[in-house]
């Protein structure tokens, strides 16, 4: 075993607890063993990060991997994704995902291996830096890792295994393109989907999973506000769409706080409100824009109805004519809800205490962030179920500091977003590959 090899093992089994320790974990061991070439990828992948459709490198990399392993790889389904398939005898079949893009961000880790790339993005046309600031590059490194695993133990599981390198993770389309354009048709269609996110919230090396709804849908709604404008010295002559786009904002708050369950989290946040172009002019119209997360499609589909009439009231109650009424919209491509299937989530959560300890397992409460991943789970829910875990990334020293001294973080999305990325590639690759041979168990038939 190389000095960094056994430099990632030992950090890892000083985490767990006495009992743990003394088991022998042959899959840790290997993993630890391969963690030289799995940084070498990883630091390739960081500092060569792609936006969203435009992963061409990212998976001509995993796509050569999977090939090497013995997987049959189909490249460009959904423009950029690819689905690597492993037939291994009859069973149930299992589906993988690791998602590939970064972020229009300039990186300011310091790394040595930091991005210095720069493209367009495909949905603003706006050039800028580019960055791994989700973690995305420790996801397909894993997802490498998990692939190579299985396929060397296929003697010790039987079934199918489906694993996707997914794009447009960052802007929620991805996972909708890949079905689109048939990967339930093409490919065999999974009974369980399984994917994992690094955290920045806990720390490396340490799973957490929420039984139920782990993720929230996101909505973006536009509200377009008219007026009449008109000079400011003469507001009388005016319908002002400042005075009235303010009291709308100011009435959406009730939304949450009146008009929800207080047990069903949801979130109205009003990001942008723009109008006006100078001091003295009553412009004639305002804008907003809306996030709103929930958790069920009732509930998010109250909240759109519930903007929409507080819109329309308080402009009719400052006398805007009919015609003139805000202009309302979403796109109902949204992002929706991920839902970890209870039973599953609760099995997995207790195969991962049973293997790396009780104190490295949380059971995390619901975010109101968004992922695409419950795409798979969603387009046929009565025959999949789906969980997707979390592997911190938060260097442990750092972690530690910051809850003696309360020091903030960086954050996914942060430009100094840098994990703990040994921890979370061999701790993610580890459970990944664990819990796909669990699901995929010999039977005495097969």
Not at 384 to 398: E, H, N, W, Y
Request: net charge negative; proline share 6%.
């Amino acid at each position: 075993m190389t000095k960094l090899a056994f430099s990632f093992a030992a950090s890892l089994i000083a985490l767990l607890p006495a009992a743990t320790q003394a088991q022998d974990n042959p899959l840790r061991d290997r993993i630890a063993s391969d963690m030289p070439g799995l940084m070498e990828i990883y630091r390739d992948l960081h500092a060569n990060p792609e936006l969203a459709f435009q992963e061409t490198r990212s998976a001509a990399i995993m796509a050569k991997a999977a090939r090497a392993a013995g997987y049959e790889v189909t490249e460009k389904v959904g423009k950029t994704g690819i689905v690597a398939v492993m037939r291994n005898g009859p069973g149930p079949t299992v589906l993988i995902r690791s998602d590939m893009d970064a972020l229009p961000l300039e990186e300011k880790t310091g790394l040595p291996f930091a991005s210095t790339k720069r493209a367009v993005s495909v949905t603003s046309g706006v050039e800028s830096g580019v960055m791994h600031a989700c973690g995305h590059d420790t996801h397909m490194t894993a997802w490498i890792e998990t692939a190579r695993l299985l396929a060397a133990r296929r003697g010790e599981w039987s079934g199918t295994l489906v694993m996707i390198g997914q794009p447009a993770e960052e802007i929620g389309a991805g996972a909708r393109a890949m079905i689109a354009d048939g990967l339930y048709e093409r490919f065999p269609k999974p009974d369980y989907t399984i994917a994992f996110h690094d955290s920045a919230d806990l720390p490396a090396g340490v799973l957490g999973g929420t039984p139920g709804y782990t993720m929230a849908n996101v909505d973006s709604v536009d509200v377009v506000v008219h007026g009449q404008g008109g000079h400011g010295a003469a507001p009388q002559t005016t319908k002002d769409p400042i005075v009235l786009a303010s009291a709308i904002v100011n009435k959406l708050q009730t939304i949450v706080s009146r008009e929800q369950d207080p047990t069903d989290p949801a979130v109205v946040t009003v990001g942008s409100f723009r109008a006006g172009s100078t001091y003295n002019i009553i412009p004639d119209e305002a804008r907003l824009q809306i996030t709103v997360r929930s958790y069920s499609d009732e509930t998010r589909q109250r909240i759109l109805d519930a903007i929409g009439r507080i819109a329309k009231g308080e402009a009719i109650a400052s006398g805007i004519a009919e015609d003139q009424l805000p202009e309302v919209t979403w796109d109902e491509a949204y992002t929706r809800s991920t839902y970890n299937s209870p039973e599953l989530a609760e099995s997995v959560l207790a195969s991962f205490r049973t293997r790396f300890g009780e104190d490295r397992v949380k059971v995390l409460e619901p975010a109101m962030v968004g992922e695409d991943f419950g795409e798979f789970y969603l387009t046929d829910p009565k025959t999949t179920q789906s969980m997707l875990f979390r592997v911190g990334g938060v260097p442990a020293d750092k972690f530690a500091a910051a809850q003696r001294n309360g020091t903030t973080l960086p954050s996914l999305h942060s430009p100094f977003w840098a994990p703990d990325a040994k921890a979370v590639i061999g701790t993610a690759a580890e459970a990944m590959t664990a819990t796909a041979m669990r699901l995929l168990v010999k039977t005495p038939q097969s």
